[in-house]
């Protein structure tokens, strides 16, 4: 199984960016999906998950109205479109692909290598 991030980068306040994470080795549309990222220091946090179909999602509450997940399932390709952006959500974002939307870590199985998101004041 391999999910291959991508589509992190540099982006003032204010800013959008779409991270897109491909999967491939698996079923995919029988897993769920879910983003999380890590800042330096910090524990990895749960960002989104969406069920395999994409007829369920979760978002965590910082980022609830501002960010959307996504997939494609005949691309085997989830999405996280981030709007809004501020200086808090720089880190690095990972996709993961699991039995369920969980939000938290221990529900995946497979993880991407993550991209790196910064976001200027």
């Known amino acids: 199984v391999q999910l291959q991030a991508s589509g992190g980068g540099l982006v003032q306040a204010g800013g959008s960016l779409r991270l897109s994470c491909a999967a491939s080795?698996?079923?995919?549309?029988?897993?769920?999906m879910g983003w999380f990222r890590q800042a330096p220091g910090l524990e990895r946090e749960f960002v989104a998950a969406i069920s395999g179909s994409g007829g369920s999602t979760r978002y965590a509450d910082s980022v609830k109205g501002r960010f959307t997940i996504s997939r494609d399932n005949a691309k085997n390709t989830v999405y996280l479109q981030m709007n809004s952006l501020k200086p808090e959500d720089t880190a690095v974002y990972y996709c993961?692909?699991?039995?369920?939307?969980?939000?938290?870590?221990?529900?995946?199985?497979?993880w991407g290598q993550g991209t790196l998101v910064t976001v200027s004041s």
């Open positions: 993961a692909a699991g039995s369920s939307y969980y939000d938290r870590p221990s529900g995946y199985n497979y």
């Open positions: 080795g698996l079923t995919f549309r029988r897993y769920a």
